[in-house]
């Protein structure tokens, strides 16, 4: 076959050759010289002419001629591509298919089988020739990426031939790989962070679970059925269960009030029917009935109000699981309320706790947090904790200040704990609150026990909680035996009995002359006297969340090391002493209203005992707890002649006795002298015990008359 054949049988034109070829264009004597070849070979190959035509009609395939290399064969390839490469590869593969080509060529020389066998292949071997060339680059992008996956796995994947050292040394290099490359780097990260960073993956619970448990043990086989399944929006805070009722038109909204100093001050807002419903819930709440709440929320499912304070109710009847789901409820229907503007993880975005309106998030929230504790997920708590208090850092109306120390201890978070003690210290004196007095020490002291850390951090961790924890002893010396107490330690005999740590700095500064202990001991004793009654809630509240985080053995033992250091400073009449003395004159004689307000919501026992008559003697709802006294009201409720419906069954009774009996207008009445004084249950019970009295003091039985013949002989029935 001649040479002008085999292009023809390639698809080529005049114009183009195979790579290897000289000239690209052959002269008008070369072409002559094939046709003459072609002529001459009718003779010789007669009876391979004499053979029927391949089914694809062309003809046989002839080896084409060698030419010396050096020149362009295809002209082609000088064209640039319109989009050039990086790497060198496609020159390479181009090689490396040219050498293929030239292989089968010498293949087709050296067997003359190869010939027939082309004949019967015909019709596969021009579908294939007949391919464009442009279509060639797709395939060296897929050889490319295949060469690359295969040096990956042999990097990865060691020959037969290797040595244990070298499987080693790669599962190591793997091990290394997945970690992080170096722990300063992580957290040079978190550091340039801000500091009340929340990541929307935080403050799911099911991503702490899987890292303590696994995927497979959180989910198991749970796969949500797409025919069941109920197209809802999607939220961060909460994920929307299949069993709540479906989410329609809540009557509430939120607005952007203003802008300014790089801030968003937003308020969640009430339409006409979400008041109305309001309206409803204060009766319902004011006739002491939990009836009327489940009444009111299968009529409104979504009223926000009537969620929290039927989760207290749940909660109260120790029925977790439905109290922590009503306050799941609530947090996605506000939530379905945000503004578009309003962020989360911003840290930028405000709202003002005076407004009635958005009390209610901070206190789903609030709720949502101690759910979470008490699961075990102290991560995503902490997350929360934080997403509350960037709502208004400057005023912090639920005190988180308070929790957020023993949540960073429990998630074991000590460089976020350590980082906010030393930024916010110089405008918010954090080392006054006894939890971070006690709780930075701590934190130091477990990073100083970390392996990951280097010789030098863990040298200075080490020394700034032992500086620290003697600077908290000093200034508060009544937290050491209640926390010694609630851990079930015994301190020793030298403890014990120090005046300054001892029962006298619990109770009373006794005199000098009625006491006991000795003229140089009862010297020291006016640096412990007497704390004040905040400083006693602070401290109540404190060992009442963080005693298990000290029963570690190896931090008793490093606690009372540094008592002992305390008590040499005290004999040795330390300036420090006095000077601890006359801060805590000075300072924790009232509370604040936040912190009362913290203290009533966090429902620990020995806080809540320690709280003034002032506070305990008002009412106090779950769904508003000590309301801010510069309270913002948006609207108010009307004043009805009527009395209400939902009287209980015995003021309706007593009623009907006594038309003058009125439980719930005396009750109203009251509440306009004292507020909130129709809230208050003993005044209610006290007057229907007076008014039974009165009935049963009023009531004459009358004497049956006399029959002048009491035997009744002769008388007759009819």
Known sequence: MSRRALRRLRGESRGQALPGEDSPLPSREEEAGEEDEEDDDGGAGAAAAAEPPPAGGHRRRRRPRQEPAGRVANLFELIPNEEPEDDPAPQEEEGYSRLQEEGHAGNEEGEPGAVELDRQKDGEETEELDQPIS???????????????????????PRDGGDTEDIESILVRIENSNEPSCPSQSRAVSDSRPLLYIEHRNLNPETELKRYFGARAVLGDQRPRQRQRQYVRSTWLTVPKNSWPRQ????????????????????????????????????????????????????????????????????????????????????????????????????????????????????????????????GCPRTALEFCKLILSLDPENDPLCMLLTIDVLSLRAREYAFLTRLAQEWES??????????????????????????????????????????????????????????????????????????????????????????????????????????????QLVSLYVGRTHSLWKDPAVMAWLE??????????????????????????????????????????????????????????PIMGFDPLPPLDSIVSYTRPERASRPSSESTFSLFFRSLLPNFSLQGDVRAGAEEEPGAGQDLNQGVNRLMAAMRDMLANIQFQEPPRDDNPEGDGGEWD
Request: aromatic share 8%; net charge neutral.
């Open 135 to 157: 279509n060639s680059k797709p395939r060296k992008k897929k050889k490319k990426r295949k060469s690359k996956k295969s040096a990956v796995d042999e990097a990865t994947c």
């Open 427 to 536: 405008h918010r004196n954090l080392s006054q609150l006894p939890n971070f007095a006690f709780s930075v020490p701590l934190a130091y002291f477990f990073l100083s026990q970390q392996e990951d850390l280097p010789e030098a951090e863990l040298g200075q961790a080490h020394e700034r909680a032992a500086s620290l924890i003697r600077q908290s002893l000093i200034m508060f010396p009544s937290v050491l035996m209640p926390l010694l107490d609630r851990c079930s330690v015994q301190p020793d005999s030298t403890v014990a009995s120090h005046p300054f740590f001892g029962p006298s700095a619990q109770l009373s500064k006794p005199h000098p002359e009625c006491s006991s202990v000795p003229a140089p001991a009862v010297d020291s004793l006016p640096l412990s006297a007497v704390p004040p009654p905040a400083l006693n």
């Open 561 to 618: 090391a540094h008592v002992h250091a305390v008590l040499r400073m005290v004999d040795a009449h330390d300036p420090a002493l006095q000077e601890a003395e006359e801060k805590r004159k000075v300072r924790y004689q009232n509370a604040p209203r936040n912190v009362h307000r913290h203290v009533i919501l966090s429902e620990i026992k020995e806080a809540t005992a320690a709280l003034p008559p002032e506070v305990t003697s008002q």
């Open 248 to 375: 329609g038109k809540t009557g509430i909204s939120m607005k952007l009030l203003e802008s300014k100093r790089g801030l968003q001050h937003f308020a969640f807002e009430h339409h006409r029917e979400y008041q109305q419903a309001q309206f409803k819930f204060w009766d319902a709440v004011e006739s002491l009935d939990p009836n009327n709440l489940v009444l009111l929320l299968q009529m409104i499912p979504h009223h926000v109000d009537s969620l929290l304070q039927l989760s207290d109710i749940c909660r109260m009847q120790e029925d977790q699981e439905m109290a922590g789901d009503l306050i799941e409820r609530a947090l996605y229907t506000l939530e379905c309320a945000f503004h578009p503007m309003f962020s989360l993880t911003s840290g930028a975005c405000r709202l003002d706790y005076r407004r009635s309106e958005n009390r209610a998030f901070y206190l789903a929230l609030f709720k949502h947090m101690g759910f979470l504790e008490r699961r």
